[in-house]
């Protein structure tokens, strides 16, 4: 049997005993706009634990691109037509296809909780996915990455069920707000992750204005838009290779601090020579992607935490330090968080990392969709996270 069918009926089986939740989805705004994670560095002057409970205004990053949903008349091939002429293609664009025209329904595709599930866009311009036509029916000895266990289409509400046979008590939650970010809608944005990564570096301890400014001088400095005021097309980004080959004074023209553009370089001389690169954070397992980015100056754990949940689409993360999940968990459990907080206590005030790790257990592989219904638990906003 095709692993497309057999990927279907698997779906439909593993949710024939669950019954089917009633979630009010929000529409989707044609024009809602992405932006990157914050990303505060080991080396950087604060490590944003609370970033995600501050307001908008104070950490907003600017807005970048978001992925043009095509929803097909009937599923029809799963991954994206091969890059056809053109000059000779990296080893990122060589896995990919064009991003310009050719791609395949982006709201149907193999996917797999530990692995990328968002497209991911490389230098170049095409578009990645985890899986190719040529990958997915292959033995996993052969192509590095586990065979895909289920769909972008079915992943959300497989994860849903998972959570409420595990814990009964989350169904009123998951009820009550829809996970667009893991959604099929969420899983089909597309996402620069060089893009992604500076703007979040660029954003750090600084207001959602300032970070916006920042990044309109910066994409200037390399399409000759300086001596303007905005550059209306934000969609527009320098490539690592532009950046790598610029002076840390050349760079802080745009407004950046000498650290920041320290960092920026930095990041970008990791893509040229090939530590960081889209193909990479498409295949690696979890914990080989937490140990690449958190070696790069500029980005700590919190942030490529973020990141990989948000940005790559990776349904397993858990992040202990942040005090919105330990809050929530907390909530949940029934512990009074508000004596806990007077109390003080310290980074570990609401719960220790050990029960933490310990009582989200049960929800692997789906800890990145119970982190984020952890956080609606006490209303903490997230918005700014989930949009790239």
């Known amino acids: 049997m095709p692993l497309k069918r057999a990927l279907r009926s698997s779906a439909k089986s593993n949710l024939t005993n669950v019954p089917r939740l009633q979630v009010k989805k929000p529409p989707i ?28 205004e104070e950490i907003a990053s600017p807005p970048a691109k978001r992925a043009r949903l095509q929803t097909p008349e009937a599923p029809q091939e799963y991954l994206s037509t091969d890059i056809q002429n053109g000059p000779p293609l990296s080893a990122d664009d060589a896995n990919g296809s064009s991003h310009n025209g050719q791609t ?12 990328t599930n968002a497209p991911l866009i490389t230098p170049r311009g095409s578009r990645l996915v985890a899986y190719t036509k040529e990958t997915v029916d292959a033995s996993p000895s052969k192509t590095g990455i586990p065979r895909p266990t289920t769909t972008t289409v079915h992943i959300l509400e497989q994860a849903c069920a998972h959570l409420i046979k595990v ?42 204005a300032a970070a916006s400014s920042i990044k309109r001088k910066f994409i200037g400095l390399f399409f000759d838009l300086l001596a303007k005021d905005e550059v209306k097309d934000l969609q527009t980004f320098p490539t ?6 610029c002076s840390i004074p050349f760079l802080r023209q745009a407004g950046l601090s000498e650290r920041k553009a320290e960092y920026i ?5 990791k893509f040229v020579g090939g530590d960081l690169s889209t193909a990479m954070l498409i295949n690696a397992s979890d914990e080989e992607v937490l140990k690449k980015l958190t070696a790069v100056r500029g980005l700590g754990k919190w942030s490529v935490e973020m990141f990989a949940c948000f940005g790559l689409k990776r349904m397993d993360l858990f992040s202990t330090g942040d ?24 980074k570990w005030k609401y719960m ?8 989200s257990e049960k929800f692997a592989p789906y800890r990145s969709i119970f982190m984020w219904y952890m956080w609606r638990v006490e209303e903490t906003d997230v918005n700014v996270l989930e949009e790239r």
């Not at 809602?32 to 944003?48: C, D, F, H, Q, V």
């Not at 690592?240 to 080959?245: D, L, R, T, Y």
């Open 352 to 359: 220790s990392e050990t029960d933490m790790l310990k009582h």
């Open 323 to 346: 005090l919105g999940v330990q809050r929530g968990m907390a909530a949940f459990m029934g512990k009074d968080v508000k004596k806990l907080k007077a109390k003080g206590g310290g």
């Open 104 to 115: 395949l329904s982006s709201l149907d595709r193999p996917a797999e909780p530990h692995r």
């Open 240 to 245: 690592p290779g532009q950046v790598a080959s």
């Open 167 to 208: 814990e009964p008590k989350l169904q009123p939650l998951i009820q009550r707000y829809y996970c667009r970010v893991f959604s099929p809608e969420g899983l089909a944005e597309e996402i620069d992750p060089f893009k992604s990564l500076c703007s979040g570096i660029m954003a750090q301890q600084v207001s959602g």
């Open 29 to 56: 705004r044609a024009n809602e706009a992405l932006r990157p994670p914050i990303s505060l560095g080991k080396n950087a002057e604060k490590e944003p634990h609370e970033a995600s409970h501050k307001s908008r």
């Open 265 to 269: 370089k930095g990041l970008a001389e």
